[in-house]
């Protein structure tokens, strides 16, 4: 099982930034994708942006993200700590939804939440104008 647990959420006027966290416990892999969903109220999971890395015979890493978040948000991740952050600049009040963290032992190009396998609990990110 592996759990993990989001945090760096809050509040922010639009402009502004939030660096989120997703640090991860239990089983471990050399392989793996973890990714950010968001859910604004009423709306479905979104996907937002994810990495994906081996760390085994054969060093493999890539991230990537949806339109909506390029140039604006960074993903990026600190193996020693087991930990993916999403730093997020120029939020937008459209950004404004609870973000999750997930994870997959596999790589691939995964922005359907039905690849995933773990979840986190999620965080509140809420941008005023």
């Known amino acids: 099982q592996v759990q993990l647990v989001e945090s760096g959420g809050g509040l922010v006027q639009a402009g502004g930034s939030l660096r989120l966290s997703c640090a991860a416990s239990?089983?471990?892999?050399?392989?793996?994708?973890r990714a950010w969903f968001r859910q604004a109220p009423g709306k479905e999971h979104e996907f937002v942006a994810a990495?994906?890395?081996?760390?085994?015979?054969?060093?493999?890493?890539?991230?990537y993200y949806t339109d909506s978040v390029k140039g604006r948000f960074t993903i990026s991740r600190d193996s020693a700590k087991n930990t993916v952050y999403l730093q997020m600049n120029s939020l937008k009040p459209e950004d404004t939804a609870v973000y999750y963290c997930?994870?997959?032992?596999?790589?691939?190009?995964?922005?359907?939440?039905?690849?995933?396998?773990?979840w986190g609990q999620g965080t509140q990110v809420t941008v005023s104008s």
């Open positions: 997930a994870s997959a032992f596999t790589i691939a190009t995964m922005r359907n939440k039905g690849g995933y396998d773990y």
């Open positions: 239990g089983r471990t892999s050399s392989t793996e994708t």
């Open positions: 990495t994906c890395w081996s760390d085994g015979a054969v060093y493999y890493a890539d991230t």
